[in-house]
């Protein structure tokens, strides 16, 4: 079973920022948190990864609490196509262990 | 650098066919799972191949086989089809280990009449 909660949806107006909640109050010293994203039957894409140290990329930002309880992933400006479900899943970092486990994500919907 | 690719990216099988899927990892990786998603269980692994062996598998029946080649590229295999069997059959390819980030080709969509 996935290891993170996530909201089933959430809406976003377009040009503000997307801020996605996710709990993961089991997560191991030594798991990291994942971002994927699906667009409509497209192969999830990668967003940004962390341990505890918060993190940015091209694409968002990702804030992890200090407990590393739960994390927020930030789309400073959504777009419409940043409409998709978003995936939010903890694994071990290398290692010949770690497939993704997927739960069933938060759909978010950008709207203009 | 070129992403994962899958071919074929569509395929319509009826009951009873086996079908066989390829995925060819991004270059420089070694590393590919496969994943099966469908709307009633969502995304669900099914094998890991690293260096042209299994060294992973999901919960899936013998029926799901697959394979490495030398060349990193792999292949899985499905036999005896059911009408279950129709998914999004996604390929993830990783730098060495599996625990690495992972990124995902488009996928074949499979439809089993």
């Known amino acids: 079973d996935a290891k993170t909660t996530q909201p089933p949806s959430m809406d976003c107006a377009e040009g503000r920022a997307a801020n996605l909640p996710c709990n993961h109050s089991t997560i191991s010293g030594n798991e990291y948190v994942y971002w994927y994203r699906q667009i409509h039957s497209q192969g999830p894409q990668y967003i940004i990864h962390g341990l505890k140290n918060n993190e940015t990329n091209e694409m968002a930002s990702l804030i992890i609490t200090e407990d590393r309880k739960s994390s927020t992933l930030i789309l400073p400006h959504a777009t419409l196509r940043d409409t998709a479900v978003y995936y939010c899943i903890v694994r071990p970092s290398g290692g010949s262990q770690g497939n993704l486990i997927f739960g069933k994500g938060t759909k978010l919907s950008v709207k203009p | 650098k070129a992403g994962v690719t899958q071919t074929p990216r569509y395929l319509i099988k009826t009951r009873g066919q086996q079908v066989t899927l390829s995925c060819s990892p991004i270059s420089g990786h070694r590393s590919v799972s496969w994943y099966q998603q469908t709307p009633g269980q969502g995304l669900q692994f099914l094998f890991e191949y690293f260096s042209e062996t299994q060294r992973n598998k999901g919960n899936f029946p013998g029926r799901f086989s697959g394979r490495q080649f030398s060349n990193s590229r792999s292949e899985m295999n499905v036999s005896t089809l059911e009408l279950g069997d129709s998914a999004l059959y996604l390929c993830?390819?990783?730098?060495?280990?599996?625990?690495?980030?992972?990124?995902f080709g488009p996928g074949t969509r499979l439809l089993v009449l």
């Open positions: 993830a390819s990783s730098r060495t280990n599996v625990g690495e980030t992972q990124y």
